[in-house]
């Protein structure tokens, strides 16, 4: 029987594994501090523990950490980790270097259900969920760990479509009793599932980014399904509920594709759109996915995009482009490997 | 100060519940509403409960509200929901959503419980100058088809996968789409399903050189 991962256990399902094993329940912070402060490779490791609480645990559970499967590195620095999860599915994890910080952009499920049309990870469809140990895993194997300072959750999939799982891994990343990080080095993104971002906004303090990409309901819905039922209207007066204070930031994360959402009626849709929050725009520029319909707008035309944008008020910033070498999209290289479920379709 | 606002659920009587698959339901709901078709419900078992999405499978007219839907037997509604009884109760929000279908001449294509929308929509007289494209494993899974026959006629046409009979083309629809020299360009698609469904019809209709702004889809997830 296979057994079960202790990473990813947030404090009190530490505790309950503690109560269940007849253990003291202040092995549960030591345990914790084995995993997330000294990253520790095995439970035997866990020096502080007495050899009948190693053996207990060894019994019926282990880390649960997988290497990288492997890599691919750009000329700037930038690489992109294959992991492999439990049934020989993969994920992406991308590591970017800068000058002054390390960001590690994290995967939260395999596949995604959302089938946004300019995503590579949308052609996989929907494998599943990452639990909060293999959303974490993804820092803790990464050969990096230690260098990191920020972190993302804009890889594969729809964070707030696994949000038990993300909001798990949050809690141990920026627990005292975990990580310790701070939540203002944590960036969320979403498509804007309503119910689960409301949960987010509430229950976590990191940085919240909203992929739009388009301020119009006919044209976003044809960019994203999303939009038939949880409009780019809905996600912003729900924004607009809550007070995020003077350290918390919201983004609009806005791809831009030639000919389709970067027009100067774009532009006075955005700004109708977003008036009144406080917020940032990243315009970010297309890398074309194999037979795609879209292509990315011209240099020029992003630069123009983001004076007028700037010119209304809105901080508007474009995101510097990582990895274009290796890039490729994100889930491509899982794509590539993605092994065949064989599981009969019905249409 | 964070100020909670979240979709208002009312309660609403169940009138019955049809099993009409193993697993898959139609059930029928006091209709508190008015809507408009292609819209969808928030539905939970309690007033506070997370609720799921579900699009309504009934026309306006109608004095109820439909719901098909198939047991997740994982899932902490639907089990429970195949288990409710006339008189029964669950929670509800005004209906909402913009898949609305609106263009024409259209095709519209489904699989699965996906044929919810649309079964709405036909039976709100929609489904002028439409063609519908409907998939399904077992003959038996052509949920709610005797709406489709009677309004579409020769404009309804089914795939089965794994089973075969007369007037029901054998094999998958994303094959038969595939091998269409030509699909009308100037038509608009409306897909709902499940997203990889979505994704290998979408691909196929923008090779065919369907514009990507005439193709609405909507995923269930």
């Known amino acids: 029987m296979a057994k079960e991962a202790l990473y990813g256990k947030t404090l009190n399902e530490l505790k309950e594994v503690m109560t269940e094993l007849n253990l003291p329940s202040f092995t549960s912070k030591q345990v914790a501090d084995w995993l997330y402060k000294k990253h520790v490779a095995s439970i035997d490791e866990m020096n502080n ?85 293999e959303i974490l895993n993804q820092i803790a194997s990464l050969p990096e760990r230690d260098t990191l300072t920020n972190l993302v959750y804009m890889g594969m999939g ?42 987010f906004i509430e229950e976590s303090e990191a940085h919240l980014a909203v992929s739009l990409h388009s301020p119009f309901n006919e044209e976003r819905k044809q960019l994203m399904p999303i939009e038939n039922v949880y409009t780019a209207e809905q996600v912003v007066d729900t924004i607009k509920q809550y007070d995020f204070g003077r350290q918390r930031r919201i983004s609009f994360e806005y791809i831009m594709f030639k000919g389709v ?46 004076d007028q944008l700037s010119a209304k008020g809105l901080n508007t910033t474009i995101r510097k482009s990582r990895g274009e070498d290796i890039y490729a999209a994100c889930g491509l290289l899982s794509t590539k490997k993605l092994i065949s479920s064989g599981e009969e379709k019905d249409y | 100060m964070i100020n909670r606002k979240r979709k208002e659920l009312y309660p609403v009587t169940v009138i019955e519940n049809n099993l009409i698959k193993e697993d898959v339901h139609y059930l029928k709901l006091d ?16 007033q506070n409960d997370e609720p799921r999405l579900y699009s309504i499978a009934s026309g306006i007219d109608k004095d109820y509200l439909g719901i098909l839907f198939d047991v997740n037997p994982d899932g902490q509604l639907t089990p429970t929901m195949s288990q409710l009884k006339s008189g029964d109760q669950l929670y509800i929000s005004e209906p909402f959503g913009k898949f609305l279908c609106e263009g024409t001449p259209a095709m ?114």
């Not at chain 1, 002054?100 to 952009?105: D, E, F, I, M, P």
């Not at chain 2, 209709?31 to 309690?46: E, M, N, T, W, Y």
């Not at chain 2, 038509?187 to 499940?194: D, E, I, T, V």
Request: hydrophobic content about 35%; overall charge positive.
């Open chain 1, 158 to 199: 729809e964070p707030m479509d696994n949000i038990d799982n993300v909001l798990k891994s949050l809690e141990i990343i920026t627990s005292d009793w975990g990580y310790g990080w701070s939540p203002r080095r944590i960036n969320v993104s979403t498509i804007g599932v309503v119910p689960a971002m409301r949960r």
């Open chain 2, 108 to 221: 519209w294509i489904a699989t699965g419980t996906g044929i919810a929308p649309f079964v709405s929509l036909a039976e709100s007289n929609k489904a002028n100058n439409i063609t519908l494209i409907h998939g399904a494993r077992t003959i038996d899974a052509f949920y709610l088809q005797d709406t489709f026959i009677k309004i579409l006629g020769e404009n309804y046409n089914r795939f089965c996968t794994s089973e075969q009979q007369e007037g029901i083309y054998h094999g998958r629809l994303t094959t038969y789409l595939q091998q269409q020299k030509q699909l009308p360009t100037d038509y608009k698609y409306y897909l709902c399903g499940n997203s990889q469904m979505i994704i290998d019809v979408r691909e196929i209709l923008i090779e065919k050189g369907v514009p990507f702004d005439h193709i609405i889809a909507e995923i269930y997830f």
């Open chain 1, 261 to 306: 959402n970067d027009t100067a009626e774009h532009v006075k849709g955005l700004t109708k759109l977003l008036n009144g929050i406080r917020c940032r725009i990243n315009l970010i520029h297309f890398h074309p996915i194999p037979n795609s319909p879209l292509q990315g707008s011209d240099r020029s035309q992003m630069e123009w995009f983001r």
């Open chain 2, 31 to 46: 209709k508190k509403f008015s809507f408009k078709p292609g819209q969808v419900l928030a539905i939970a078992l309690k």
């Open chain 1, 49 to 133: 523990l007495s050899k009948k609480a190693r053996a207990l645990l060894n019994e019926k559970y282990e880390l649960g950490l997988i290497n990288p499967e492997s890599f691919q590195e750009s000329i700037d620095g930038t690489k992109k980790y294959l992991f492999k999860t439990v049934g020989s599915q993969y994920i992406e994890s991308a590591y970017l270097p800068e000058e002054n910080r390390n960001t590690l952009c994290v995967s939260s499920q395999v596949g995604c259900k959302m089938g946004c049309l300019f995503c590579m990870t949308a052609r996989q469809g929907f494998q599943k969920q990452l639990t909060s140990g």
